[in-house]
């Protein structure tokens, strides 16, 4: 099975930056997609960032031009950099990445959260 650990959350000021990652393990063949989702408290859980294949990527309007979503194949992570961070930017960031085993069975699998506060 493939597991996912998501870190990098952390309190900082209006402002300031974050980079979070996330490491897949498990007996993973290849990687379709990789992607950011985040909830903020009340609120529905949304896309923020993505990264599939064809060097395709794709932003939420609210963090184009400050957020950056990159991966490193070898270790099979996935980043967010996150620059210009807003109060509204506050919730809970969960990684979420697509592909296939070596068994050739598809997976799509899901970190357990990582929380990003932005306060003053």
């Known amino acids: 099975q493939v597991h996912l650990v998501e870190s990098g959350g952390n309190l900082v000021q209006p402002g300031g930056s974050l980079r979070l990652s996330c490491a897949a393990s498990?007996?993973?063949?290849?990687?379709?997609?990789m992607a950011w989702d985040r909830q903020a408290p009340g609120k529905q859980r949304e896309l923020v960032a993505i990264s599939v294949s064809g060097d395709t990527t794709n932003y939420a309007d609210s963090v184009k031009g400050r957020f950056t979503i990159s991966r490193d194949n070898a270790k099979n992570t996935v980043y967010l950099q996150m620059n210009s961070l807003k109060p509204e930017d506050t919730a809970v960031y969960y990684c979420?990445?697509?592909?296939?085993?070596?068994?050739?069975?598809?997976?799509?699998?899901w970190g357990q959260g990582t929380q990003v506060t932005v306060s003053s």
């Open positions: 979420n990445i697509r592909g296939r085993l070596y068994s050739m069975l598809d997976f799509d699998s």
């Open positions: 498990g007996s993973i063949f290849s990687i379709y997609a």
